[in-house]
């Protein structure tokens, strides 16, 4: 009997210690040091919430920069990537409809970025490689009448390096950049 006086005290305090403490110190450590990151780095524009930076969102405008592709429709409670093989039918015909897709959208595209016809691991990869982004450029500059040079400059003003200087590629978020777009244009 004592025994199991025991565990059921090893296990109450536990439970407190595990269930209580331990969260409520880890989340106001978070809250008070990496408040931003904590609550899901989201990104607001007069006070309302427009996405997160983390996550991709879908951009359908033809005068808006557009996401890489999703396999999970953009929808977060269902992260996952295509799973299909690179030399099946299946994944074969997916990249032929983006890229026609894409060239219908982008006529004057000539070079193809695989970022803008394949989908990332996740699906809510939320940056595009800069060549993703440059792709877009013709387009949206002939449907905002903005030039190509300035389009290119919010590009490069948004985008960002390697991380420590050596892992991953240079990117842009397309939230980010299509957030500085809107500053400039009226859709």
Known sequence: MKLIWIAIRTSVVLLVICG????????GLAQLFFHKQ????????????????LL????????LFHSR???????????????????????IKAITEQVDALKLENPTLKDIPADLVTTSGSGFDPDL???GAQAQVP?????????????????????????????????????????????????
């Open 139 to 187: 387009r949206i500059s002939k449907e905002t009448g903005m030039t190509e040079g300035d389009l290119n400059g919010i590009i490069d003003r948004i985008s960002k390096s390697r991380q420590l200087g050596i892992f991953g590629e240079p990117r842009v978020n397309v939230l980010e950049l299509n957030q500085e777009l809107l500053k400039t244009i009226k859709l």
């Open 38 to 53: 904590a609550n899901g780095s989201l990104v607001e524009v007069n006070g309302f919430v427009q996405g997160s930076e």
């Open 56 to 63: 991709a969102q879908e951009f359908k405008s033809p005068k």
């Open 69 to 91: 592709a999703s396999a999970a429709a953009y929808n977060p409670t269902g992260s996952s990537g295509s799973n299909k093989a690179v030399a099946s039918d299946d994944y």
């Open 20 to 27: 209580f403490i331990y969260p409520l110190v880890t989340t």
């Open 129 to 131: 490689s800069i060549a």
